[in-house]
């Protein structure tokens, strides 16, 4: 399995910028694909981006064009460059693997929060 630490998240005003990174540390060849999920207060986690081993990536309707998520194979990184921030964005951003190592698995990081607001 791997595990994984996020950061980056903060406070940003409406319009802004930020990036969050993924490190990947373990069995990073088992990986699948890597994601950043995002949990707002009250609501269900939702897929915010995808990137599977062979480059392909997904992004939700939301973000589309605004949100790139990247992969950094030296640095066992994914990150996601998230640009024209919206009060709406305001969530905890976790990121997840999936992969086979021996069997299945689906591991998650601590979450990373990002507040957007003026």
């Known amino acids: 399995q791997v595990q994984l630490v996020e950061s980056g998240g903060g406070l940003v005003q409406p319009g802004g910028s930020l990036r969050l990174s993924c490190a990947a540390s373990?069995?990073?060849?088992?990986?699948?694909?890597t994601a950043w999920y995002r949990q707002a207060p009250g609501k269900q986690r939702e897929l915010v981006a995808a990137?599977?081993?062979?480059?392909?990536?997904n992004y939700a309707d939301s973000v589309k064009g605004r949100f790139t998520i990247s992969r950094d194979n030296a640095e066992n990184t994914v990150y996601l460059q998230m640009n024209s921030l919206k009060p709406e964005d305001t969530a905890v951003y976790y990121c997840?693997?999936?992969?086979?190592?021996?069997?299945?698995?689906?591991?998650w990081g601590q979450g990373t929060q990002v507040t957007v607001s003026s």
């Open positions: 990137i599977t081993s062979d480059g392909s990536t």
């Open positions: 997840n693997a999936d992969g086979f190592d021996l069997r299945p698995y689906d591991s």
């Open positions: 373990g069995n990073i060849f088992s990986i699948n694909a």
